[in-house]
């Protein structure tokens, strides 16, 4: 009596492991992106440490997932952000609305015959950050022990070596009507640095010139 034995089929198993395995090796990461998401991934475990610069890009990050608080302070400077990329409706009001004031004491002009104004001493001074920004001056000028002077002395906003805004007034003769007069200066400023903006005055030699509270008021605007 024959007994039928079944027989064991190893080498088609043998090669469906191989391919199962091939396939498996061939997918690699792709398989690995598809099962493995944010969702599988514990909060704090993934650091920067962990991420080739370069490997991460706005695509990767999901809209307003990233704060403030999510960003280290003094991490982020002008070179990370984007020229343009923000706009007055992201930046608090604070930031735009910034102003700054110097209120000087009256001074008492020293010789100056610097046309370019940058020479003659500053009555008031104070600087501004990045951004652009509206600068008014305002000063009395008083022709404090003389005759009447003419059109020859100015005053003028001065940034760096560059005159913003100058202006101009005759004066009388001290001790009569017209001995002083009052001067508005303004200019819009687009600044990149903190170059301080400054009042600053002629007076030729012989005169005598007596400037009262030279005041300097710059508002951020953009």
């Known amino acids: 009596m024959s007994r039928n034995t079944p027989r064991l089929i190893t080498a088609p198993l043998a090669l469906l492991l191989a391919t199962l395995l091939l396939v498996v090796g061939l997918a690699g990461g792709a398989t690995a992106a598809k099962l493995i998401t944010g969702k599988q991934i514990k909060n704090g475990t993934i650091t920067s440490v962990d991420l080739k610069n370069g490997s991460a890009t706005g695509v990767d990050v999901k809209n307003g997932s990233v704060t403030g608080v999510d960003v280290k302070d003094g991490s982020l ?26 209120d000087a004491p009256d001074h008492n002009l020293g010789t100056c015959s610097d046309t370019g104004l940058d020479d003659c001493a500053a009555v ?3 600087p501004i950050g990045s951004g652009t920004w509206l600068v008014v001056g305002t000063l009395s000028v008083d022709n404090f022990d003389g005759p009447a002077l003419a059109l020859t002395d100015r005053c ?6 560059s005159v913003l805004a100058e202006a101009r007034t005759p004066l009388a003769a001290n001790g009569t009507p017209g001995e002083t007069e009052s001067l508005t200066l303004q200019q819009v400023v687009v600044s990149t640095d903190a170059t301080p903006v ?7 030699p012989g005169e005598s010139i007596r400037v009262g509270s030279p005041t300097i008021t710059a508002l951020r605007v953009r």
């Open 77 to 102: 400077t002008g070179i990370d952000v984007k020229a343009g990329s923000l706009g007055p409706d992201r930046l608090a009001p604070a930031v735009l609305n910034e102003v700054r004031v110097h």
């Open 198 to 204: 400054s009042i600053r005055c002629t007076e030729m």
């Open 124 to 126: 008031a001074a104070t």
């Open 156 to 161: 003028g906003l001065v940034r760096g070596d």
